[in-house]
C-alpha cells in the first residue's frame, strides 16, 4: 500500500511512488510534484530561505524560525 504524504510546498496529499514497480512514476519527496520542487528550488536560489548560525531554518523576513511552514509566507508571484 503506497504511503500518503503532504507536500512541504502546497500541502496537498501525495502518494509516494512505490520504487519496486518498473514504470513508477518519479518520487519528487518531500514534494508532490517537479513544480513544486522548482518552487522551492527557486526560493533557495533567490535567497529567501537562509540557515542562521545556530542551524535553525528561517527567513531574512524575521519569520519565527519554530514555525512549521514556513512556505505559507511566498506566494508564486511574477516579479514586478
Known amino acids: 500500500m503506497p504511503t500518503q504524504r503532504k507536500c512541504a510546498r502546497c500541502r496537498t496529499p501525495y502518494?509516494?511512488?512505490?520504487?519496486?514497480?518498473?514504470?513508477?512514476?518519479?518520487?519528487y519527496t518531500p514534494f508532490c510534484s517537479k513544480r513544486c520542487a522548482d518552487i522551492d528550488l527557486g526560493h533557495w536560489l533567490k535567497g529567501d530561505?537562509?540557515?542562521?548560525?545556530?542551524?535553525?531554518?528561517g527567513t531574512e523576513a524575521g519569520d519565527n524560525p519554530d514555525s512549521e511552514d514556513l512556505s505559507s509566507s511566498f506566494?508564486?508571484?511574477e516579479p514586478q
Do not use: R, W
Request: proline content about 4%; charged content about 25%.
Open 15 to 27: 502518494f509516494v511512488a512505490d520504487a519496486t514497480l518498473p514504470n513508477a512514476a518519479k518520487d
Open 49 to 57: 530561505y537562509v540557515i542562521d548560525g545556530s542551524g535553525a531554518l
Open 75 to 77: 506566494h508564486d508571484e
